[in-house]
Every structure is written in structure tokens, then in C-alpha cells.
T-cell receptor, first 113, second 111 residues
Framework: DAGVIQSPRHEVTEMGQEVTLRCKPI?????LFWYRQTMMRGLELLIY????????DSGMPEDRFSAKMPNASFSTLKIQPSEPRDSAVYFC???????????FGPGTRLTVL | RKEVEQDPGPFNVPEGATVAFNCTYS??????FFWYRQDCRKEPKLLMS?????NEDGRFTAQLNRASQYISLLIRDSKLSDSATYLC????????????WGAGTKLIIKP
């Protein structure tokens, strides 16, 4: 079985550019999570969806960040405009139910110059 | 703010030794607990769930102490391949069952 799929794996962009990260959860999983990880702040939950509906976006840093889940097999996290402080690894994870074990994708390593 | 606290380490341990980590959680209503392992530049992966009665998986033993609100992970006969960061996780019943993550404990097994 395919695990959580994320693309791109690496992204280098310049400040001010739009960045779109993509995630395909494990088939049959009802919950999807977007995390950001840095050395300074550890693993932070940005937003999560249950049955394609955003449940909690309190972790989204600011209006520059937005996330969508148009269907059960696809989600995007967009940063517009990007800033150097957005540089981090962004993980997508999915679970069968929201309190269950989460399975992580390989992450997208974002560098904003 | 609900938190999960861990000693960041690093724990430097000789191969073959036994090592234990503790993790404390602040929300007494938390029901689900997990240990994840994260290798350098990789994603977190589930190591084991933590049950009220404690559970064991090979060289790994996890225990929950509700009275003191901590969970522990014991690794026996440590291997070089056990070197990683171990993340403690608790769910938050008051925030839509969101998982609250500790910052991780770094373990380095030395030959």
C-alpha cells in the first residue's frame, strides 16, 4: 500500500513567491493533518481536516497560509507570499479517525531565500 | 495551554545498555498516548501506542502512569540503529482530540 504522498520533496524559492505543497493521504483515512517542523519550534500542527472539512486551523501562522481539501484524496497548503521565516519541513499526515495513529508523508523541505 | 514535556537530551548510551525516557503531559483527560520515532531528516513513524496496562514490543516497553501524568519508554539491549529522536504524543480531548506533540528526546547509541 502506498503511504502518504507529498510533493514536492524539496522546494527552494525566493521571498514573495507563492508556494504550493501537495498531499495525498492514505486511501480510506478520514483525517488529514498539516504540520511544520523546525529546530527551534519542533513539530507544530497547522491545520487538520476531518472528512475534507477543516476542523481546527488555529495553528496556521497568519493569513499568508491557506489550506484546502477539495476531495478525500488530495490536499494543498499554500503560502502566499512566502517569507524566509517560513523555511521548514512541512509534513502531511493522515489517520483513519482523528484520534488514531497518524501516518506521515516524507515531508517537503522548504527554503525561502 | 496543553503541553507534553520531554527531556531533549541527547542521551549518549553505550550499545547494549538499557535506557529509559519519561514524558509528562498536562491534560489529565488525555486518553491516547503514543511514542513515535524520528530519524534524522525523516518523517516521524509510530513506534508504539501506550496502553493503560503498559505494553511491550520486543526490546521496547511503554508504560503509563495516570496518577503522575507521565508515560515512559524503556529500551533494553540498545542497538546502534536505535539512535533517533523519540517523540511523545498525547491526545487532547478538549481540542477536538488533537494530538499534542512533545519536542522529542534525542538518543545516541555509541559502539
Amino acid at each position: 500500500d502506498a503511504g502518504v504522498i507529498q510533493s514536492p520533496r524539496h522546494e527552494v524559492t525566493e521571498m514573495g513567491q507563492e508556494v504550493t505543497l501537495r498531499c495525498k493521504p492514505i486511501s480510506g483515512h478520514n483525517s488529514l493533518f498539516w504540520y511544520r517542523q523546525t529546530m527551534m519550534r519542533g513539530l507544530e500542527l497547522l491545520i487538520y481536516f476531518n472528512n475534507n472539512v477543516p476542523i481546527d486551523d488555529s495553528g496556521m501562522p497568519e493569513d499568508r497560509f491557506s489550506a484546502k481539501m477539495p476531495n478525500a484524496s488530495f490536499s494543498t497548503l499554500k503560502i502566499q507570499p512566502s517569507e524566509p521565516r517560513d523555511s521548514a519541513v512541512y509534513f502531511c499526515a493522515s489517520s483513519f479517525q482523528r484520534a488514531d495513529t497518524q501516518y506521515f508523508g516524507p515531508g517537503t523541505r522548504l527554503t525561502v531565500l | 495551554r496543553k503541553e507534553v514535556e520531554q527531556d531533549p537530551g541527547p542521551f549518549n548510551v553505550p550499545e547494549g545498555a538499557t535506557v529509559a525516557f519519561n514524558c509528562t503531559y498536562s491534560n489529565s483527560a488525555s486518553q491516547s498516548f503514543f511514542w513515535y520515532r524520528q530519524d534524522c531528516r525523516k518523517e516521524p513513524k509510530l513506534l508504539m501506542s501506550v496502553y493503560s496496562s503498559g505494553n511491550e514490543d520486543g526490546r521496547f516497553t511503554a508504560q503509563l502512569n495516570r496518577a503522575s501524568q507521565y508515560i515512559s519508554l524503556l529500551i533494553r539491549d540498545s542497538k546502534l540503529s536505535d539512535s533517533a529522536t523519540y517523540l511523545c504524543v498525547a491526545n487532547d480531548m478538549d481540542s477536538n482530540y488533537q494530538l499534542i506533540w512533545g519536542a522529542g528526546t534525542k538518543l545516541i547509541i555509541k559502539p
